[in-house]
C-alpha cells in the first residue's frame, strides 16, 4: 500500500479545505471548536450546505445521488471537515439507513427515501436497543404482526427502544422488530422503517451524566406501519443490521475529530505551567501525549486499508470502533489533566451558545468536565468494545 497522497489527492484536500473556511458557518464552527451544544438548525444547515455543493454523501454511488468518490477521497473529506470544526453529518440516515435501502430496500423505497435523506428532509433515528437487549441484541422484544387488510397489508408494532440518539428531533426511525417467534432468534428478526410522527409512539428523555438530552427511549403502542416499508424480506434483519452496524463502526473512528482534540490539548499544554514550565516540557506527560499520537497515526493507516479494501466494511470495522474510541477517551482525559483545577467544576451551563457568565478559568475549561462524561459512552454505543473484541476473537483471528 502506497501511503503517499497523489498529486490529484493533495489538489483535492485543497479543493476541500478551501470550500470549508469558505462556507463553514462561524457560529457552528465556533460551537464545535468550544465544545458548545449544537441544535437541530445547526447539523441541518451544514448538511444542506454540502447538499447544494454535491456533498452530501461521499460514500453513496453516484446513481443515488452520492459523490462516488474514492476512500481516499472520503478520508481527505472527513478529515479537513472534523479539523475545522465541521459537525458530523447525521449519520443515521446517510451513512447508516441509506446503505441498507441502496442494497437491500424496495424501488419505492430508493425513490422516496433516498433523496429525502439527501436533502435532510427526513431526520433519522436508530431504533436497534432495547432494554435487556443490547449487548445481545437478537434477544430484542420489540414485536411487529402483519395484517392483511384491504385497506392497505401493514404492521402493528409493539415494544419499547431505548439509547435512541436524538430521536426527539426524528421524523423517521429504523428498527429491528421481531416478527416470528418460532424460529433461531436471529431468523426471526425484520428490518422496518417507521415514520416517528405515527400515533401510538412516545419518545422519553434520557439525561446522561452530562446532563444532556441526548438520547430517549421511544415507546410503539399500536402503531400502525405500511407493508411496503419493510426492508428487504421478513426475517434477514438480522443481516441487514450486521451490514449497516460495519458502517456505523467505521464512522466511529472519527480520526479528523481526533487529531483537532490532539492538536487543542498541545496546545492547552503548551499554555499550562506546572512549577513555572508549560506542562508539555514534562517528559511523563509529553510521552503520553506521544503515546496517543502514535496510536492515533496507526488508526489512520487501519482505516485508510479497510476504506482501500473496496469492499462492505467487515469484522475488521470492530478493530477501528476499539481503537477509535480508546483515542478518543484518551484525549479528553489528558486535556482533563492539562486543565487542572480549572476543569474540575462541571458546568454544564456553559455549553449553551448564549452563556454569557463568568468563566471559571480560560474559555476553553468551561466544558472540559461535561466533555469528559459524555466521552464516557463511545466505548458501549455502537457495540461495546467487550462484545468487538468477541468478534475479532471469532470473525478475524478465528478462536
Known sequence: MDLNYTKEEKAFREEVR?????????????????????????????????????WVAPNWPKAYGGCAWTPIQ????????????????????????APVIQTFGSQWQKEYYLPRILSSEDWWAQGYSEPGSGSDLASLKTRAQFVKSGEGDHYIVDGQKTWTTLGQHADMIFCLVRTDTTVKKQEGISFLLIDMHSPGITVRPIITLDEEHEVNEVFFDNVKVPAKNLVGEEGKGWTYAKFLLGHERTGIARVGESKRELEQLKQIAGKQLRNGKPLMDDPRFRDRVTQVEVELMA????????????????????????????VQQALTELTMEAMGPYALPFRPETRDAAWQGEPVGPEYAGSAAAVYFNCRKTSIYGGSNEIQRNIISQMVLGL
Open 74 to 97: 472520503q478520508h481527505i473529506f472527513e478529515d479537513e471537515c472534523g479539523y475545522a470544526g465541521a459537525p458530523r453529518v447525521m449519520p443515521f440516515g446517510l451513512i447508516m439507513v
Open 18 to 54: 478551501g470550500f470549508v473556511r469558505d462556507n463553514l458557518p462561524e457560529d457552528i464552527a465556533g460551537k464545535v471548536l468550544h465544545h458548545r451544544r449544537l441544535g437541530k438548525d445547526d447539523w441541518v444547515r451544514w448538511q444542506k450546505i454540502l447538499y447544494h455543493k454535491g
Open 299 to 326: 488508526l489512520e493507516i487501519t482505516l485508510l486499508r479497510v476504506l482501500s479494501s473496496r469492499t462492505k466494511p467487515g469484522p475488521e470495522a470492530s478493530i477501528l470502533k476499539i481503537k477509535g474510541t480508546d
